[in-house]
C-alpha cells in the first residue's frame, strides 16, 4: 500500500533545513521483541486505505513535503525511511495507522528531520502495540534450509554453539534468499530474528572460494545477537553493544576474518 498525498502544502519542495546533509549516516530502523500473541488485522483494505491516506496527510502536513507511505505488516522493523531532498519514502508498520498526534510528530521528527531523539518515544509506543504485531511465519515466508551448495549451515551451527557457548544457543539457521542482481552499495551477510529465533545468512556466501572460517564467523556473530539484543540509550538503538563487541572478538580468526571481508567485499556486493 503505497501512498503520495498531493495538494499545494504536500507537495512544496524541502528547505534547506529539512534536507538529509550530504553523506549523512542513516538513523537506525526501529525495532522491537514482541512476547505477545499477534492480534489478527481485520479491517477491510478499503478501511485500512483511508487510514493510511489520513496518516500520509498527517505527516506530509507536519514535514511540509511529500510523505509516499507503505504500511506493512513486519515482524522486526516497524519504521524504515529514505529521506531525499524532495520527499520522503516511509515504510511504517500498521499499529501507527491510530498513532497519537504526538506519535505522528515523533515519526516526523525521527524520519524526517533526523532527530535522533524521537526514536525513544517510537520505541515506547512501539512496546506499548506489541499485541499488533504478527508473531506466526506466515506460509509465505522462507523455509530455513541450512544445506547449501558448498556449507552445512547446521554443522557449522553445532560445533560454534557447542565450543563458544556450551550449546546454550537456541535457534534455527538457514540460507536467505538471493535478493535480484543490482548494484548495491552493502550487503548484510547474516541477520538474526529475536522473535523467531531464526538466523538466516546471504547465499553470497555460498561459494567455494569463501573460507569456512569467515562462514563460521558470520554465523558466530549473529548467534551472539541472542546473548547480547540491542540496546537503546539516550533514544538510539545500539544493536551492537559494548558486551556483544567484547565477545565478539574471543573468536579465534577475528582478525582474519575481518581482513578476509575487507579485501573481498566488492566480490561479495557483486553476489
Known sequence: MSLFPRGSSAERAATPAQRAPEGEAPLPPRNRVAEEAPRVLTASREEL???AESLAWRLSANLGMPVRLAVTDNRSTMVSFRRGSQVLQLRLHHMFLDAPEVIVRAVADYAGRGHRGAGALLDEYIRGQQPLIRQLRRESDAE?????RCFDL???YNGVNELYFDNAIQARIGWGRMPPRRRRKSIRLGVYDHQTREIRIH?????????????EFIVFHEMLH????????????????RAFRERERTYPHYAAALRWERENLGTLLRG
Do not use: C, E, M, Y
Not at 530455513?144 to 547449501?148: A, I
Open 154 to 156: 547446521r554443522a557449522l
Open 144 to 148: 530455513l534450509n541450512p544445506l547449501g
Open 203 to 215: 547465499p553470497a556466501l555460498d561459494k567455494p572460494d569463501v573460507p569456512a572460517f569467515f562462514v
Open 226 to 241: 541472542q546473548l547480547f539484543p540491542s540496546s537503546n540509550r539516550t533514544g538510539r538503538r545500539v544493536h551492537h553493544p
Open 49 to 51: 486505505w483511508t487510514r
